[in-house]
């Protein structure tokens, strides 16, 4: 089966990696890939949104599957142009429509659609320039801590959380009437504070059925301790020991079911991962928020545990089978820990040669590649989070060890990494 891959981050490199051990796939093309996903199948150099470009590369390639990365063309509608194309309809398509993606691109969206379907999250209001004024008053009055979200894709930075009312609403006049996160913050939605701890889980459905694949927590903060600036995340850990059986039931129940039921009901077209942000708040899950694709670096983690067959996964999922499958996961512990250029996530330099990545490791232990490109025979930095070392033991420890144990024989001008992923579970 003819498969392309898009994306070029640590969550693709995984993805390719897993999709190339399928006996469906020959060959895989990632679009545009990285130094790592050049070893799993054939780099190709796209635009992620320029949807002419691809769809030409899927018609002249024969491609049977495309699988959707990251969520911006996803948000702009990628799977609607390709079922408009009669060339390009009948291509196995994973990722949502355009509809289904705004569960990721618009927060207000995704606020209603819980509210309509009562999915536990925490209180909220939405304003625009309109109701500014509104918003002002409705600020003055709220609970402490406040927590304002850009209504659209913000990079992931679209999120703050104020302390006091002075802050938010200096926050808030930043965002709307400043364009802080461009047009993103147009909309913002207030909500009150969870105050709990999280878990990532992860579902792949086909818009009817869906299974359930293995969670994860990751950890957003660039200093030890969960201190410093938010990042992109400096790690993650699968499976997470608070999420026990009984906790997972309750998700199921009072978040997966009638979300994916939701999106039956309301004839949304879905056939993809649903990344659910989930809090814990006195034993009961709440959603944060929505994904419309799979996180990084979870994937890292999630993606390794996954025994059964992705592209086989996929085929059920589009051809709305998923009720058939039962998924097999690996039971041991899986860390990640990533290693990003000095500066991140603020100003960073790229181009920093990179050694050690062909030294010998555990067998227990993969690199994926984020922020790299070969250049001159040389794999080189080209990005914040540069690359992640996953590693698998039965305990977090272990695992731990395994993982910075590689990390120390790899080596770049300026790499830094936290080394006390999982520390509250060591």
Same mark, same amino acid.
């Given at each position: 089966?003819?498969?392309?891959?898009?994306?070029?981050?640590?969550?693709?490199?995984?993805?390719?990696?897993?999709?190339?051990?399928?006996?469906?796939?020959?060959?895989?093309?990632?679009?545009?890939?990285?130094?790592?996903?050049?070893?799993?199948?054939?780099?190709?150099?796209?635009?992620?949104?320029?949807?002419?470009?691809?769809?030409?590369?899927?018609?002249?390639?024969?491609?049977?599957?495309?699988?959707?990365?990251?969520?911006?063309?996803?948000?702009?509608?990628?799977?609607?142009?390709?079922?408009?194309?009669?060339?390009?309809?009948?291509?196995?398509?994973?990722?949502?429509?355009?509809?289904?993606?705004?569960?990721?691109?618009?927060?207000?969206?995704?606020?209603?659609?819980?509210?309509?379907?009562?999915?536990?999250?925490?209180?909220?209001?939405?304003?625009?320039?309109?109701?500014?004024?509104?918003? +002002?008053?409705?600020?003055?009055?709220? &609970? /402490?801590? #406040?927590?304002?979200?850009?209504? %659209?894709? !913000?990079?992931? *930075?679209? $999120?703050?959380?104020?302390?006091?009312? +002075?802050?938010?609403?200096?926050?808030? &006049? /930043?965002? #709307?009437?400043?364009?802080?996160? %461009?047009? !993103?913050?147009? *909309?913002? $939605?207030?909500?009150?504070?969870?105050?709990?701890?999280?878990?990532?889980?992860?579902? /792949?459905?086909?818009?009817?059925?869906?299974?359930?694949?293995?969670?994860? *927590?990751?950890?957003?903060?660039?200093?030890?301790?969960?201190?410093?600036?938010?990042?992109?995340?400096?790690?993650?850990?699968?499976?997470?020991?608070?999420?026990?059986?009984?906790?997972?039931?309750?998700?199921?129940?009072?978040?997966?079911?009638?979300?994916?039921?939701?999106?039956?009901?309301?004839?949304?077209?879905?056939?993809?991962?649903?990344?659910?942000?989930?809090?814990?708040?006195?034993?009961?899950?709440?959603?944060?928020?929505?994904?419309?694709?799979?996180?990084?670096?979870?994937?890292?983690?999630?993606?390794?545990?996954?025994?059964?067959?992705?592209?086989?996964?996929?085929?059920?999922?589009?051809?709305?089978?998923?009720?058939?499958?039962?998924?097999?996961?690996?039971?041991?512990?899986?860390?990640?820990?990533?290693?990003?250029?000095?500066?991140?996530?603020?100003?960073?330099?790229?181009?920093?040669?990179?050694?050690?990545?062909?030294?010998?490791?555990?067998?227990?232990?993969?690199?994926?590649?984020?922020?790299?490109?070969?250049?001159?025979?040389?794999?080189?930095?080209?990005?914040?989070?540069?690359?992640?070392?996953?590693?698998?033991?039965?305990?977090?420890?272990?695992?731990?060890?395994?993982?910075?144990?590689?990390?120390?024989?790899?080596?770049?001008?300026?790499?830094?990494?936290?080394?006390?992923?999982?520390?509250?579970?060591?």
């Amino acid at each position: 089966m003819n498969i392309l891959l898009l994306g070029s981050g640590g969550r693709e490199h995984a993805l390719a990696w897993k999709l190339n051990q399928s006996v469906w796939t020959n060959p895989l093309y990632i679009a545009p890939g990285n130094a790592g996903t050049s070893q799993c199948g054939i780099n190709v150099d796209l635009d992620i949104t320029d949807f002419d470009a691809i769809g030409k590369f899927c018609e002249e390639k024969k491609i049977e599957m495309l699988v959707v990365g990251p969520e911006e063309p996803l948000v702009k509608g990628l799977c609607d142009y390709f079922k408009s194309k009669p060339s390009l309809e009948k291509i196995f398509f994973i990722g949502p429509s355009k509809e289904g993606a705004q569960l990721e691109g618009s927060k207000a969206f995704a606020k209603a659609f819980m509210k309509k379907h009562n999915i536990p999250t925490a209180g909220y209001k939405e304003f625009t320039v309109d109701n500014y004024e509104e918003g +002002v008053a409705f600020l003055k009055q709220h &609970e /402490l801590p #406040i927590v304002l979200k850009a209504d %659209g894709l !913000a990079g992931g *930075k679209g $999120v703050v959380i104020c302390q006091n009312h +002075v802050e938010a609403i200096a926050e808030f &006049e /930043l965002m #709307i009437q400043q364009a802080k996160f %461009g047009d !993103a913050s147009k *909309k913002v $939605v207030v909500e009150e504070f969870l105050d709990g701890i999280e878990v990532s889980v992860f579902v /792949l459905t086909d818009g009817k059925n869906y299974i359930i694949l293995p969670e994860a *927590k990751d950890y957003k903060r660039i200093e030890e301790g969960d201190k410093g600036a938010n990042t992109g995340g400096m790690g993650a850990v699968s499976p997470v020991p608070f999420a026990t059986p009984s906790f997972m039931s309750k998700i199921e129940e009072q978040i997966i079911k009638p979300t994916i039921n939701g999106l039956h009901k309301d004839k949304i077209d879905y056939k993809g991962f649903v990344f659910i942000g989930v809090i814990k708040v006195n034993d009961e899950p709440y959603v944060i928020e929505y994904n419309c694709r799979l996180g990084d670096p979870e994937t890292e983690v999630i993606i390794p545990r996954l025994e059964n067959d992705l592209v086989g996964l996929f085929v059920s999922t589009c051809n709305q089978e998923l009720d058939t499958v039962k998924i097999k996961v690996d039971e041991r512990i899986a860390i990640t820990i990533v290693a990003v250029s000095f500066g991140y996530p603020l100003a960073y330099e790229k181009g920093h040669t990179i050694t050690g990545l062909n030294i010998k490791h555990s067998k227990d232990s993969l690199v994926f590649h984020s922020g790299t490109k070969e250049e001159n025979g040389k794999i080189i930095t080209n990005g914040g989070r540069v690359l992640c070392v996953t590693s698998f033991s039965e305990t977090v420890y272990e695992a731990v060890e395994k993982s910075r144990d590689v990390l120390e024989q790899i080596d770049y001008d300026g790499i830094y990494y936290r080394r006390d992923i999982g520390y509250e579970f060591l």
